[in-house]
Nanobody, 118 residues
Framework: QVQLVESGGGLVQAGGSLRLSCAASGSIFSINAMGWYRQTPGKQRELVAVITKNDLTHYADFVKGRFTISRDNTWNTVYLQMNSLKPEDTAVYYC????????????WGRGTQVTVSS
């Protein structure tokens, strides 16, 4: 089991920045990748960014050049630096951990609200 706790959300004006953190605990040694997703009411959860155990990263087109995902070496914490925020970035942001040890498993945090005012 992996427990994930997000922090760092809040209210920011358009053009501003926020840094989200995801603290992971439990069986983190075999995590293959961690990522950030976001969801707004009435819409499906969508991928924002992901980082693998080999530090490969992937970003959704709508955040490329603005957001940066990073992690510490032991998967204790994953970060999402969000710059040049837009009102359409307003959402609940969720941290995800993916493991594959014989079978695949996804773990989720409870989310943190990000609100960008115009």
């Amino acid at each position: 089991q992996v427990q994930l706790v997000e922090s760092g959300g809040g209210l920011v004006q358009a053009g501003g920045s926020l840094r989200l953190s995801c603290a992971a605990s439990g069986s983190i040694f075999s995590i293959n990748a961690m990522g950030w997703y976001r969801q707004t009411p009435g819409k499906q959860r969508e991928l924002v960014a992901v980082i693998t155990k080999n530090d490969l990263t992937h970003y959704a087109d709508f955040v490329k050049g603005r957001f940066t995902i990073s992690r510490d070496n032991t998967w204790n914490t994953v970060y999402l630096q969000m710059n040049s925020l837009k009102p359409e970035d307003t959402a609940v942001y969720y941290c995800n951990a993916y493991k594959f040890v014989g079978t695949a498993a996804d773990y989720w945090g409870r989310g943190t609200q990000v609100t960008v005012s115009s």
